[in-house]
């Protein structure tokens, strides 16, 4: 499915930190993961009979998903685009940019950093520049009100503060 979504892209959007961990995973993957893959299936099949011996079997599917995976981020990182902070930006909410929200209806406080689709994470609050609240507060400056809406109904915040991504 990423395959497939990938070849129709032109482009992925990554901020610096976010193509520098894509590096960092694709070369763990070709090197660590890779060799401990190597050692299991020499492992499985010091065991005797592979039609019958799972752990082969387990670790040449680990071997098929690492190799995907490595397909994967190869061909994103061929195709990102860093995006930079624009100069001038000031407080602006950009791709890259740590924001405090503050949720109108109940007081709480929240912070998200943009990104682009491939690094979105809402668990992590990495929040996508294509999702509706990112879309919502991209371009934004602190002390504006944004609402979007939301599976459950609109949700307004107040843009509390806008800083640049950490390094």
Known sequence: MLQYRLTMAHEVLLTQSGYDKLKKELENLKTVVRSNIAEAIKEAK?????RENAAYHEAKLNQQRNDGRIADLEKVLQIAKIV???????????????????????????????????????????????SPLGEAVLGKVTGEKVTYTAPGGDISYLIKSVSHEPE
């Open 46 to 50: 010091s065991h005797g009979d592979l």
């Open 84 to 130: 930079e902070r624009p100069e001038g930006a000031g407080d602006m909410a950009h791709l890259g940019s740590v924001v405090v929200l503050e949720d109108l209806e109940f007081g709480d406080e929240i912070s998200i950093t943009l990104v682009g689709n491939f690094e979105a994470d809402p668990a992590n609050d990495m929040i996508s520049i294509a």
